[in-house]
C-alpha cells in the first residue's frame, strides 16, 4: 500500500478528536486471521470483550456490541426505547447534538431542543425545569452529549439524573459518551444513566468499526413496548445469545480482536491512570493555547473536555486556512469546526493512545502554523505546556518482568 | 495475542462459507495507521472503493458502502425503499432467505414467503404467476438471495427479472449476493436488479464489518416516497457526499484499506478468472462428496454453487459430530447445517481467497473426518478431485517483473 | 508490496526443507517497533531468549545468537576452537557435509573427510577407527551434520560421541543442528557435544537472519588457544555481555521478538510433542512416496529424517522439470536436488510449522505434479498418508481459557 | 506480545542514533511470509535490492549485501582485502573508530591509530603526511568512519581521498558510512572509496540485521591476493551468483523485504532531499543545544553530523542521570556515551524516518528532562528550534493520486 500522507518521512500526527492514533499492539492484534465466528474460541473473544466493557460502562448490566459506527449506536438507543411520535427532550451542546437530535426527528420522534450557545454543557437545571413541567410524563427521555467532540465541553451526567429525579420524572436517561469513553471518568450504574451511547475509535483507541451501547433495567423493559421498528439494532436477539459469548449475525470480528487488546491496554494502565493522563494533558493544552494569547471555546473551566480543545480563531483568520497550513507543512491533522463553528475554530485531539512527547510535539505543530498562518499570537504556548508537564509528570521506570 | 485455535502448530482451515480465508496482503492493508476521515487523502480512498465496488457489481448506478454485518445491508436495502404495511414476495431458498424474511417482518413488511423445499433455487416461474394475480401492484418488492449459503444453491437471477417483466409487474427486485459478489457472476445492471446486497467477508475477502447496496435509479426513486423510517441507513445522505470520497458519518477506515488491497486483488487476477476458479473448485468438490457416495443437498446440477457445497449426512449420523471431529483432529472448521438442516448438513466453503492445494486439504480434512467419525462412505474422494484438478491445472509461471 | 508469486489467488505452500513457513505469531512479533539494545526492556528480551535456547538445545552451558545465516555459526565454531593448519575429521554426508568441509579449508583448516554416497548418516564404527589410528591426537574436532539438508538423512550423534569416548580421543565433536533444531530431538549436553551450530529459518520457524552455537566448558576453554583469527564471531566478547541480556554489537533486534515467540509456542507445545508431530509426518510422507513407487533417497530406516524426505526420481526423469509444473500449476516450492543430486531427486520439507492438513495439501502437489509432468508412478500417496494420518491422530479439542 | 517499554500510552520515542524508528511500511514489508531464496521470485526481489543500493551509494562497482550486523561488514571489507600482519592506517575518531581498529588487530593486522580528541574528524594532511612518509608502500588500507556516531562528526571523505592521491600512495581507502548512509551526501564512485561498509539500521531506516560492502574494481582485485582467511564475507561467491538475485548461502529474506520497501521510500523522497532534511533537522537541533547552554560535543561547524548531535553535559552533571530521567518521565531513549565519555554526553538521533514534528518532541523530552534532571541550563531550546523549523519549512500537500 503507497503511503497514505504525501509527506515523504515520518509519522503523520493524527490530532484530531478521533479517530485517534491507534496503538500499533492494537493494530497487529487487528492484523490476525479470521475465525469461525460459531466455534468455540470465538465464544471465549466473546465472552472476554463484553465483560471488559461492562467495566469500561461501570454497568453490571448489559451491553452490546455493534459493528457499525457510533452514529449506529445512537439509532440504536432510540429504536430500542421509543415508539412513533414519542417526545424526547435534548440539549443543543453542539454539532453532534444536533446531529442525534435530527437523527431523532427522521425516525419520528418529536424532539424538543433546548438551545445551546456551543461553549456550555447541557444545563440540568433547565432540564429540570421544562420535567417539572410535563406532569403527563409526554416526554419519554432526555438525551445528553457526555463530552460534545465539536465543542471540547463536557456535560454533567450526574447532575441531569438528580435533576431528572427531583422532578420525579420517569423518563429515560440516554447519554453520548462517544468521545469521553475511556478518556473521562464515566460511571452507567452509579449515575443512573439508561442507555449509554458509545464508539470504538476515540478513548478505546481502535478503528471506527464498532459502536456500543450500555443498557439498564429500565431501559431494557422499555423495549418491551417500544414500537418503533427495528431489527439490526435490536437488543433483545443480541442479549439472547451474548452470554456465550455469541452474536445473532456476523459480528466484525478482528475489530474484536482489536477491542480485546485494546481493553488490556486500559486495564493495565488502570482506568483512573487513564482518566488523569487525559486531564494533565487537557490543562498543558490550554496552558498554551493561554500563552499563545488565543480563546478556549469552552466557557466554564469546569465543563473543560479532557479529551480535545477547541480553540477560537482571532477575527478575520480561518481556521481552515490555518489546519491546511500545520497538515501541509508539518503533516498534522487537526479537528476542524463543524457547522455553525466551521472556520473558527480549530480542535486539538489529546485523546487515546497518547504521551507528553506527543502532546508537545502537536502543540509545536499548532504554534508554527499559527507562525506561518500569520494567525496574531504570542510564542510561548509549548513552553506553558512544557513547564506544567515537567512539573507534573511521574516516572515510569521499566519493569523487570 | 495468544493462539486462536488450540492446536499447537500449523495454520487453522477455515473452510466455512465465510467468513472466509482473509489474504495476507488484505490483513497487512488492514493494519495501517487510522487517517482522518476528513482529510484528503481518504478522498481518494474513498473515490477509489467506490469505484471499484461498482465494478464488482457491474453497475453504473450508485454503490453504497456501510460500517455494518451484511445484516445490515439487508435492513438498509428495505427500509430506504418501502413503507409500513408493503407487501413483499421472497422466496423460501434456505436459512438466510427466511432470516431477510423475518427482518422484513420486523420492520414492519407484510411478507408473502414462497415456500421451498431448501434445495432449490427461487422459482421464477411461480414468481411470475404471483405477480400476474397481482395485477393492483400491491406487492412492492421481490427479494431472492443469489447464493443461499445455507444450501449452495443458486436462484437465477436473470430469469427472476424475466418473468417480473413478463408480468408486467413494477415491483422491485433485490438480490441477496452476501455470498456470491465476487465469486459467482453477478451483474447489477444487466440483469435489472433494483437493489443489491453484499458484505465484505465472502467472496470480497475482507474481515466482516463493510457492507453493500448497489441501487438503481429505480429504487433510488423508490426511496423518495418510502415511509419506512431510516437515518444510519439512509442513502441521500450517502450519496450526497460520496461523490467527493467522503461518508456521512464516520466509516470504517481499515477496513476500507482492506477492501482497496482486495479490489486490487480481484482485478489483477481478473473477475472472470475468479468466477471461473471458483466454478473449478466447486466442481472439484462436487466429485470428492460423490466418490464419498455422499449427497450433495443441492438438487439440480444448473443450481450448484461455485462457492459452497453443502452434503447431506448418511441418515443417522451427526453433521456436527463429524464437524467436531474435524475440528479437533484436523483444526479445520466446516459450516454447520442451519435452522431445520442443523446436525443433518455440514457445508464446505471453497469461495474467497483459495486455491487447488487448499481445497485438497480441505478435502482431505472432511475424508479423514468422515472416518474419524465412523460415517459411511467410500474412500477415494480426495483421489477424484485430484484427477479432475490435475486435468484442468493451468500453468502460471512466475513473471519477471 | 506485490505479491510474491504470481498466482493471484491462495495461499503458497513453501515446502522446501527450509526456510520453513514462518507463523503467523512470529511474523507479527517481529512487526513491532525497534527497540534501543542498550535499554531496559531490551536486557530482559535478551534473557528470555537466551535461556529458551539453551531449552531447546538442552544444555546448561552457553548459547551464543548471532546476527547472521547459518553459514556463519559454522565458521563461528571453527575459528572460535581451532587453529590454522589443525586437522578436523568430517563425514561426508551430503551437499550441506561438503560445504562445511570447504569452508574449513578456506579457513585454512586440512580436513579429513571421511566418504559417503550421500544416502547415509555419517558411520560412528569409522569415525572410531581413524581416531584410534590418531594416537598423536592430531585430529582437533570431528564435525558431524545431524540432519542433511540434503538427503534427508540423520546421524547418530550419540553412537559418534562413543565412538569418540572409546577411542580415549580428546577431539571436539562439531554438530550442525540447523535442520534438526526444534524438529527432532537434540540433548547437546547428555549426547556430550562441544559446539552446536543452528539456523533460524527451518525447525525454529524463523525467517533467515539469526544462527546459534551451544558452546561445552571444552570448547570454551579450547578457545583460550585457538589462533583463527576471528572478531564478529568471537565468542568470549559474547559472554562478556549476554549475562546481562545483552550483545557486543547491535543484534537484529525484532528477529529476536521473533525468537522469544518462537520459543513460547515451542515450549506451549512442548518439545516432545513437537518432536513426535515431526515423526508422524515423515512417516505419512514416506507412505506415500511408497505408494507412488518412488524411492527414498536415505537408504536406511534408522536413518529417516522426520523432517524432510527426498525423493529420487525414476531413471531419465527431471526433478527440475517435475519441480518447476509443481510450482506453475500448483503454487508449492519444493526442495531441489543438490550438487550431485541435481535433478535427480525433489525434496519435500515437512517440518516447522506443521499440521496434517497441509502435509495432505503437499503430498496432492506432488501427486497431481508426478502426473501433471508425466513422471512414472502409481496414484495413492495421498490416500496412504491419509489412512496412516487419520489411524494416528489425536484430538485437541478447544480449551476454554 | 507485551509492550516493550512499560509506559502505558503513547508511542516510544527511539531518539538514540540507531537503530532508527523504522516506518510502519517497512515493518509491515517484512510482516510477510518467506519464500523460497531459490525460486523465480526471490530472484527479482535480489535483483531490485542489489540495484537499489548501487544508487544509495553511488557507485557501478559491486555491493555486496550481508545477513549480518554492520560490525560483520567491517570485518569483511578487513578480510577480503588485506593479508596477516598488513599495516592499516586508522584515524581516531571516536569509540566507532576504536572498535574497528581493535577489530582489526583482533585479526592479526597492524593498525597505527592517529590519535583524535574525539572532537574532530579525521585529520586528512596527517594523514597524507602520513602516507607521503611510507615510500615503501607498506600501509595497504586508510580506514576511515565517515559519520563517527560516537562523537556527531563527520569526516571529509574527499579530502582524505586527495590527501592520498597527492601522497601518490596506493593504499586502500575504507569507509564506515554506518551511520551516515541514506542520510548524509555520500558517493562511493566519485569519491574514490574502495570498500564503503554500511548497515541498515540507521539512515536505511531497517531493523538490525543487514550489512553492506559497496566494492571498487581496485579492491576487488585485492581480494585476488589477500590472505586473511575467509568464507561467510567472502566476496568472490558473493559477486558469482549475485548478478542473477540469488546468494551462496540462506540470505535473510524478511529483511530483503524491508530493504526493498525502504529504498522504494528514499528514490520516493528523493536522496537529495533526504539529505536536505537531515541538515535542517541538524541545524534545528544545535540551536536547540545552544539556546539550552549547553555545548556540542563536535568542535568544527564544517564537521557537523546531521544524523546525530552529541550534547556535553555542564561538569558535575551525569549524561546518564538524565538519559534515565528522560526515559522514565518521557519514554524516550536517548543515546549514551561511549567509553571515554560515558556520562559525560548525551546524544540526539535525528536520522531515518523523521520529520519536524518528531523533532519537537524529541527536544521537548531532553528540555523537559533537563529541568527535571536538574541540570543547569536556559529555558528555550525548543522555542529556538521551532523558530527555525517555521522559518524553513515547505508546504507538501497531499497529491491526488
Redesign the interface.
Known sequence: ??????????????Q?P????????V???????????????FG??GK?VLAGMKKVFKTDGDVII???????AW?AAL?NTLS?GDKVLMAETGHFATLWK??AE???LQVEFQDGDWRHGADPEQIGRRLAADPGHEIKAVCVVHNETATGVVSNVPAVRKAIDAAGHPALLMVDTISSLGSLDYRHDEWGVDVTVS?S?KGMML???LSFNAVSAKALKAADTAR?????W?WKEMLAINPRGYFP???????L?GL??ALD?LF???LD??FA?HQRHGEATRRAVRAWGLEILCARPEEYSPALTAVMMPDGHSADALR??V???????LG?GLSKLSDRVFRIGHLG??????L???L??V??GL??AGVPHR??G??AA?DY??ET?????????
Open positions: 500500500m503507497q503511503p497514505l500522507y504525501s509527506h515523504p518521512s515520518g509519522r503523520h500526527f493524527l484530531i478521533g479517530p485517534t492514533n491507534v496503538p500499533d499492539r493494530l497487529r492484534a487487528i492484523d490476525h486471521a479470521t475465525i469461525d465466528h460459531r466455534g468455540p474460541e471465549e473473544l472476554t455493534y459493528p457499525s459506527s457510533g452514529t449506529g439509532e429504536v412513533p435530527k437523527m427522521r425516525l419520528g464508539g475509535q478503528p471506527p468499526g418503533l421498528p427495528r431489527s439490526y435490536d449475525y456476523t459480528p466484525a470480528t478482528n475489530l480482536y480485546r487488546e491496554m493495565t494502565e488502570g491512570n487513564v493522563r491546511k497550513t497538515l501541509d507543512h508539518f503533516n498534522m491533522s476542524q493512545d497518547f504521551n507528553d512527547l506527543t508537545c510535539a502537536t509545536s505543530g504554534e508554527m507562525k506561518k510564542a510561548g509549548v513552553q512544557m508537564l515537567a509528570s511521574r516516572p515510569c521506570p521499566a519493569q523487570a518482568t
